[in-house]
């Protein structure tokens, strides 16, 4: 177990919703007691391997990676960009499959409490069965789930099933998100806030958007839940720019990079791992700093 790891024995608090706080609140609770900003890294599950991916995910929780997300391959994902898009390809044709993602949860629940959040979208949950997937997901240690296509209106069913196993539900909230839909979207998330630093789909950008600030701002007025920043964060500067912003960023792509150009497995695990590092290093230095 990484020496990172949250003991599960850490006393249960109540949300403000009356919840029981998981792994996922206890960190963000720890992040935000620290003055830290928190680091949550996405990875494709079943890229190379189902085995190559749990090496690849403790390395990343070794390295300081706060909370993990763990992308469920599917034949169509249109929100992701080129590399993630190539990653869910190779892992599909593996013969990856979102039952074999819930028992490589199991498998790492072994070895570490490193908050893990299933990243789908909702055609292979729908096609489990939502009872049973939620069944699955919590038994095997899975904390949240976020399903990218699943929209707050047609989320009824799934947010109570989910609830009702202890796992999160998070949602995404894009910059052209209505004051409205913020404030729904919001209502309906626990464990954080999912908010897309820009339109489009994910991969690794130059530099944040200038904007971005703003539009933070103005998500803060609909929740209390943390805030975590994705799509197009790749570089410390993007992370230590962030520190004022969010209570977390997401990096994806630019890990999924990693392992696409990683010669071996074990290549791939260094890789990820020595990224995250510098990544977590921005996160607890400079502007990062953030007030207790």
Not at 63 to 70: S, T
Not at 132 to 158: H, I, Q, R
Not at 168 to 192: N, Q, Y
Request: aromatic share 4%; with cysteine; charged share 20%.
């Amino acid at each position: 177990m990484s020496d990172r790891a949250i003991p599960s024995s850490t006393s249960a608090a109540q949300t403000p919703g009356g919840r029981t706080e998981g792994r996922i609140g206890r960190r963000f609770r720890e992040l935000a007691q620290a003055g830290e900003l928190g680091l949550i890294a996405f990875i494709t599950a079943g890229d190379p391997s189902l085995d190559a991916t749990e090496n690849i995910v403790l390395a990343a929780a070794e390295a300081g990676a706060d909370v993990i997300e763990l992308g469920v391959p599917f034949s169509d994902p249109v929100a992701d960009g080129p590399t993630i898009q190539r990653s869910s390809e190779r892992a599909v044709r593996n013969g990856t499959t979102l039952a074999g993602v819930i028992d490589l949860v199991r498998n790492l629940r072994k070895r570490t409490e490193v908050p893990l959040v299933l990243f789908s979208y909702f055609n292979p949950i729908l096609q489990m069965g939502i009872e049973k997937f939620a069944d699955a997901a919590s038994v095997a240690g899975v904390d949240g789930v976020l399903a990218t296509d699943l929209t707050p209106e047609e989320a009824g069913e799934y947010r109570t099933v989910l609830h009702a196993r202890g796992l999160d539900t998070i949602f995404l909230v894009a910059p052209t998100s209505t004051d409205t839909r913020v404030a729904l979207i919001a209502e309906c998330s626990t464990g954080f806030l999912y908010l897309i630093s820009r339109t489009g789909v994910t991969g690794e950008r130059a530099a944040l958007p200038e904007d971005l600030p703003a539009l933070a701002r103005r998500v803060r007025r609909f929740t209390k839940l943390p805030l975590a920043v994705g799509f197009g964060i790749s570089s410390p500067e993007h992370v230590s720019l962030l520190g004022g912003i969010a209570d977390a960023a997401v990096v994806g792509s630019a890990l999924v990079a990693e392992i696409e150009r990683a010669t071996t497995a074990n290549a791939a695990a260094s890789a990820v791992g020595e990224r995250i590092g510098a990544l977590k290093r921005a996160a607890r230095a400079g502007v990062s700093r953030r007030s207790a």
